[in-house]
């Protein structure tokens, strides 16, 4: 059974960080490329951050880039995603998602508010 748990997500102020994890099981994850989506109250999801199946290649939405960094550890099979420099708009639900070609999971999301 594929699974992919998110976890980290907390409220926190602006300025604070947080690490998020995915940990997955079920597949071979180092075959995977790793995303993050979130989305926010009354909106539509917003891709933020992905990386390549070895790790060499990191993408990141303009929204985020020089704050959050992913990264993965394929002896581990999990995948994080380090938030630093909190805004309260990066408040949302935060979904890690592997692909394979047109083979897409999705986990379950983890709440993050940032708030004063």
């Known amino acids: 059974e594929v699974q992919l748990v998110a976890s980290g997500g907390a409220m926190v102020h602006p300025g604070e960080s947080l690490r998020l994890s995915c940990a997955v099981s079920?597949?071979?994850?180092?075959?995977?490329?790793m995303s993050w989506v979130r989305q926010a109250p009354g909106k539509g999801p917003e891709w933020v951050s992905a990386?390549?199946?070895?790790?060499?290649?990191?993408f990141y939405a303009d929204s985020v880039k020089g704050r959050f960094t992913i990264s993965r550890d394929n002896a581990k099979n999990t995948a994080y995603l380090q938030m630093n420099s909190l805004k309260p708009e990066d408040t949302a639900v935060y979904y890690c998602?592997?692909?394979?070609?047109?083979?897409?999971?999705w986990g379950q999301g983890t709440q993050v508010t940032v708030s004063s």
């Open positions: 998602r592997a692909d394979y070609g047109f083979d897409r999971s």
């Open positions: 990386i390549n199946r070895d790790g060499t290649s990191t």
């Open positions: 079920g597949f071979t994850f180092s075959s995977y490329d």
